[in-house]
């Protein structure tokens, strides 16, 4: 296969994996609308409905160690043609449960596939960077919130015209569709360096603390994430005073800016390079954060969340970059270990900050988010291993 061939299998399969994320956050969008109709077509209660979306979350953080194991033995673009074929049923899985005991199975499933989508996915992002010589992460994250956008966007306009189970069929039909469509053009990193090789016949834990280290900064980079998502819009409206429709736009102008930014991040790290770009970007979420906790005025707190965004847009593309170049170990199991830790801070986290937040208010949380981001700036050196692609010799 001579260089040029290479380049262009490399820019399909990069197209191709673009499509996965696309899809993974198509998913996940289109399943939000759904969650409240739980209540209403189960006759659940709110507590009993948490327990459902933790047994989501659950489903997700089993499978992602377990998709590690899995591409160190058959390589990402297997694991990852398996396990989106099987996302696309997890909306209808979920839908069609016809009872809490049936759905509780159901979302363990679909947390579990759609979790496992998100490690080989990431896996084989890392495979098409070293083959293009250049970051291409924060960009497909940025077609993951994208897709997010139009799941959400879509899902609530397409079920109150046509309903759930309408909805759930036609996601299912356009994700299949667009994951068949891109699993030809995947790329194929089963050929794997000998020191990875080695590390891929291993069935233990790495026992190098570099791969949990760069775990942390995703788990740090995330909680705050997590936060925005899950209480910003509560705490405009009961410490803020902001009336609902106001409070809704907190993690829409993040989320928002995130996407925005990351579609630029591989610009911006391919000039200034992995460490300061987690540098400046971490001092400038924990500003966006801590401005949102003090503030008195909702909309000054909406545009600091907004800012917030900005800079955790690109930190953990980054941190997850890191992760699948680590010396010495194989990509897929280095994922799986930071993608797990890093998920904890969306999938447990905000729990534990609700918890806390009724006692204390979560106006002082959002300031020490602000400080545990201050920590991600001085574990900014840790994100080296992601500029790995950029000193490879071009072939």
């Given at each position: 296969?001579?260089?040029?061939?290479?380049?262009?299998a490399?820019?399909?399969?990069?197209?191709?994996m673009t499509?996965?994320f696309?899809?993974n956050g198509?998913?996940?969008?289109?399943?939000a609308?759904?969650?409240p109709?739980?209540?209403?077509?189960?006759?659940?209660?709110?507590?009993?409905?948490?327990v459902?979306?933790?047994?989501f979350?659950?489903g997700?953080?089993?499978?992602?160690?377990t998709?590690?194991?899995?591409?160190?033995?058959?390589?990402?673009?297997k694991?990852?043609?398996?396990?989106?074929?099987?996302?696309?049923?997890?909306?209808?899985?979920?839908v069609?449960?016809?009872s809490?005991?049936?759905?509780?199975?159901a979302?363990f499933?679909m947390?579990?596939v759609?979790?496992?989508?998100?490690?080989?996915?990431n896996?084989?992002?890392v495979?098409?960077?070293?083959?293009?010589?250049?970051?291409?992460?924060?960009?497909?994250?940025?077609?993951?919130?994208?897709?997010?956008f139009?799941?959400?966007?879509?899902?609530?306009?397409?079920i109150?015209?046509?309903?759930y189970?309408?909805?759930?069929?036609f996601?299912?039909?356009?994700?299949?569709?667009?994951?068949?469509?891109?699993?030809?053009f995947?790329?194929?990193?089963?050929?794997?360096?000998?020191?990875?090789?080695?590390?891929?016949?291993?069935?233990?834990?790495?026992r190098?603390?570099?791969?949990?280290l760069?775990?942390?900064?995703a788990?740090?980079?995330?909680?705050?994430?997590?936060?925005?998502?899950?209480?910003a819009?509560?705490?405009?409206?009961?410490?803020?005073?902001a009336?609902?429709?106001?409070?809704?736009?907190?993690?829409a102008?993040?989320?928002g800016?995130?996407?925005?930014?990351r579609?630029l991040?591989?610009?911006?790290?391919n000039?200034?390079?992995?460490?300061?770009?987690?540098?400046v970007?971490?001092?400038?979420?924990?500003?966006?954060?801590?401005?949102?906790?003090?503030s008195?005025?909702?909309?000054?707190?909406?545009?600091?969340?907004a800012?917030?965004?900005l800079?955790?847009?690109?930190?953990?593309?980054i941190?997850?970059?890191?992760?699948?170049?680590?010396?010495?170990?194989?990509?897929g199991t280095?994922?799986?270990?930071?993608t797990?830790m890093?998920y904890?801070?969306?999938?447990?986290?905000?729990?534990?900050i609700g918890?806390?937040?009724?006692?204390?208010?979560?106006?002082?949380?959002?300031v020490?988010?602000?400080?545990?981001?201050?920590?991600?700036?001085l574990?900014?050196?840790?994100?080296?291993?992601?500029?790995?692609?950029?000193r490879?010799p071009?072939?």
């Open positions: 296969m001579t260089a040029v061939t290479k380049f262009e490399a820019r399909r399969g990069r197209w191709a499509a996965m696309l899809v198509f998913i996940i969008g289109s399943w609308p759904h969650i109709l739980l209540v209403s077509r189960l006759s659940i209660s709110e507590s009993t409905l948490g459902l979306i933790l047994l979350g659950l997700a953080l089993a499978a992602m160690p998709c590690g194991f899995l591409m160190a033995r058959h390589g990402s673009r694991v990852l043609r398996s396990f989106a074929l099987l996302s696309c049923l997890g909306l209808g899985a979920a069609l449960a016809p809490v005991w049936l759905a509780g199975p979302l499933f947390g579990g759609v979790g496992g989508t998100d490690v080989a996915m896996t084989n992002a495979a098409v960077e070293q083959r293009l010589r250049r970051a291409i992460m924060s960009a497909s994250h940025g077609f993951w919130s994208l897709g997010g139009f799941g959400g966007a879509l899902g609530g306009l397409t109150q015209n046509f309903g189970l309408a909805h759930a069929g996601v299912t039909l356009v994700a299949f569709g667009l994951v068949a469509g891109a699993i030809p995947l790329l194929d990193d089963d050929h794997q360096p000998k020191a990875q090789a080695h590390d891929a016949r291993r069935t233990t834990m790495p190098n603390p570099m791969i949990y760069v775990g942390l900064v788990l740090f980079a995330m909680i705050p994430e997590g936060a925005v998502l899950d209480w819009a509560l705490y405009l409206q009961q410490e803020r005073g009336d609902i429709a106001t409070a809704g736009f907190a993690f102008a993040f989320s800016t995130m996407a925005a930014l579609f991040g591989d610009r911006v790290r000039r200034l390079g992995a460490v300061t770009t987690v540098r970007s971490s001092l400038i979420a924990a500003t966006g954060m801590m401005v949102a906790g003090l008195s005025q909702p909309w000054l707190a909406i545009a600091a969340f800012f917030a965004g800079g955790i847009a690109n930190l953990v593309p941190a997850f970059s890191a992760a699948g170049n680590q010396p010495g170990m194989a990509t280095g994922m799986s270990i930071v797990t890093g904890s801070g969306i999938l447990v986290a905000p729990s534990a918890f806390i937040g009724e006692r204390t208010g979560f106006g002082p949380i959002f020490v988010l602000a400080g545990i981001l201050i920590v991600v700036c574990m900014a050196p840790l994100a080296r291993a992601a500029d790995f692609v950029a490879q071009a072939e």
